[in-house]
């Protein structure tokens, strides 16, 4: 068990506060899955992670959503977190820090930071008349709406006419600082597409936003205009402050901001991107922060090539997947399938013709007929031998030796697909390796020293491959190395202690003769045909 020092460099990363307007739907699953790899990889590599997540729990559409229901908000949104909280139990999401926008210390973090902007002049009084849309909770410009004034992004949803005062944040003030932060920083925001659009945006010139509503009580009142209420956008964004709170400690900025502060990665969507690579940092500034290292904005989920939708009757319940399927299938398909970044689909055959090509046969049954071969073939004692005896040019091993490193740099640059197809090369390469050496030939012919060598490469093929994809399907891969005798369960891994560094368990050759090997069992059962609830 490797510890973690902590001096360490520390990772922060967010998914986004999530809307309690109803229970989580599969775009809420799919960042956070995705959040939860990197940070599960960011432990592999000894860093110190705090991973955070929470829910977005005031204005208007939350208002609304609880008044249909003939509820009190606040009673609303108890009833609807503990579906969150569920969901990433099942889906076996490690987070750090659960921020809940409605948490009393949440309120001290935004007067404090509300009173740093105001003090700076950044706030002001004005008339605000435009298009709102409810369920982004965010003014529309007149060219961007569908007929008959439908929001591009909740397109059976009309926006509605304001014509009020509000507060008003001096965006416009922050366009050259903004702009050559951008420049001097091009990995703020990514991917490269993601930046573009918003470097187009900022260049057609920013416009002070509204920080305020009136006629809505749900949310903090404006700590210098009581009458006025929070916009639920000012309010949500520094929840990700309030989250870096130790539990105890006082509610401050100085408090929030003193270890893990600026935040590493923030994980979002397509559609929230203005808020988190323009609005925020320009907040930041105002407050004289630093700002944080990356903003990434992730594709779109459809589901058999449509949008998803209520309304459209054909939403994807990540429940009800995770509950047919388990946790690894629905974390590795949608992280292999789909380019991180861009749109992606789901379908539920593809779903079961990945899953059964890659985790039961490719990787299932290379572990499978490799551990029944060293039952077979060695008399029940293991291998005998260890990597010395490879030859150094074995395919498995040349593949195995630069393995680590790109599928490092692949989680790094949140390459999912590419980290699995790399990973699952290996393993295809583990399964031809052993038709080409054809070990029961070479065992009829007395060969045991090369039967074990042939063994030897793909068991350590099989380790490794577990070993990388870990973060992503942290079960199997604990039952792959439980049952080469390796007995690390990836799901124990705490903040600290690490029980496989990366440093050692992503090289190849560690695979040793004293691994006491253990009885082959299905690491993935294959999917026979849909199952329903
Ligand atoms: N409350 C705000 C975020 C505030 S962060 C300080 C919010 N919440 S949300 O619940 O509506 O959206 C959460 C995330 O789900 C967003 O990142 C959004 O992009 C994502 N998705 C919503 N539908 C989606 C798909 N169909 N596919 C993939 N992700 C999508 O916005």
Not at 44 to 72: C, F, N, Y
């Amino acid at each position: 068990m490797n510890l973690v020092d902590k001096t360490n460099k520390t990772f922060a990363l967010t998914t986004p506060l999530y809307y309690v307007n109803d229970v989580p739907h599969i775009g809420s699953a799919y960042t956070t899955i995705a959040a939860d790899v990197v940070a599960r990889f960011q432990r592999l590599l000894g860093h110190r992670v705090l991973l955070i997540t929470g829910t977005d729990e005031h204005g208007q559409k939350i208002q609304r959503s609880a008044e249909a229901l003939g509820k009190a908000p606040q009673d609303f949104c108890d009833a609807i977190v503990p579906s969150f909280m569920s969901l990433w139990e099942i889906l076996n999401i490690q987070y750090d820090r659960f921020s809940r926008t409605t948490a009393p210390r949440h309120e001290a973090i935004v007067k404090e930071f509300f009173g740093r902007v105001w003090e700076k002049g950044d706030i002001y009084q004005g008339q605000q008349t435009g298009w709102y849309c409810v369920s982004c909770e965010e003014f529309k410009e007149e060219r961007e709406l569908l007929e008959g004034h439908r929001c591009p992004i909740h397109t059976n949803k009309e926006v509605e006419w304001r014509d009020e005062k509000n507060y008003f944040f001096r965006l416009s003030k922050y366009q050259t600082q903004l702009e050559e932060f951008y420049q001097s920083h091009p990995d703020f925001i990514q991917p490269a597409s993601r930046r573009n659009e918003v470097l187009s945006f900022v260049s057609q010139g920013l416009q002070d936003f509204s920080v305020s509503r009136i006629n809505l009580d749900w949310g903090f009142p404006v700590p210098t205009d009581p009458q006025h209420t929070l916009y639920v956008w000012f309010d949500a964004l520094l929840g990700y402050v309030t989250a870096l709170l130790e539990p105890d400690a006082e509610p401050t900025l100085a408090n929030a901001l003193a270890t893990w502060w600026p935040i590493n990665l923030h994980l979002i969507g397509k559609d929230i991107l203005r808020f988190h690579a323009v609005y925020w940092p320009a907040m930041l500034l105002s407050a004289d922060l630093p700002l944080p290292q990356r903003v990434f904005g992730h594709g779109f989920l459809t589901k058999d090539g449509q949008k998803m939708g209520k309304a459209l009757g054909n939403t994807l319940d990540p429940v009800a997947l995770v509950k047919s399927y388990g946790s690894d299938a629905v974390r590795y398909y949608f992280l292999k399938e789909i380019e991180f970044g861009k749109d992606g689909d789901f379908n539920e055959s593809r779903f079961i013709n990945v899953l059964n090509a890659d985790l039961a046969n490719d990787l299932g049954n290379l572990l499978n007929r490799s551990l029944n071969m060293v039952k077979k073939y060695c008399a029940g004692n293991g291998l005998t031998i260890t990597e010395e005896t490879i030859a150094a040019d074995s395919p498995l091993r040349t593949i195995g030796l630069s393995l680590g490193e790109e599928v490092q740099q692949a989680y790094e640059t949140l390459a999912f697909n590419q980290a699995c197809e790399a990973i699952l090369s290996l393993v295809q390469a583990g399964n031809k390796f052993i038709d080409d050496q054809a070990p029961w030939s070479l065992y009829k012919q007395g060969q045991q020293q090369e039967v074990e060598k042939v063994l030897y490469a793909v068991l350590e093929s099989v380790r490794l491959a577990a070993y990388l994809l870990s973060p992503v399907i942290p079960n199997i891969s604990s039952d792959i190395y439980q049952q080469l005798g390796l007995g690390i369960n990836f799901n124990e891994q705490t903040k600290t202690a690490i029980a496989a560094p990366f440093s050692i368990h992503s090289k190849w050759g560690i695979l040793s003769n004293k691994q006491q090997l253990g009885n082959p069992q299905p690491i993935f059962k294959r999917i026979e045909s849909p199952k329903k609830d």
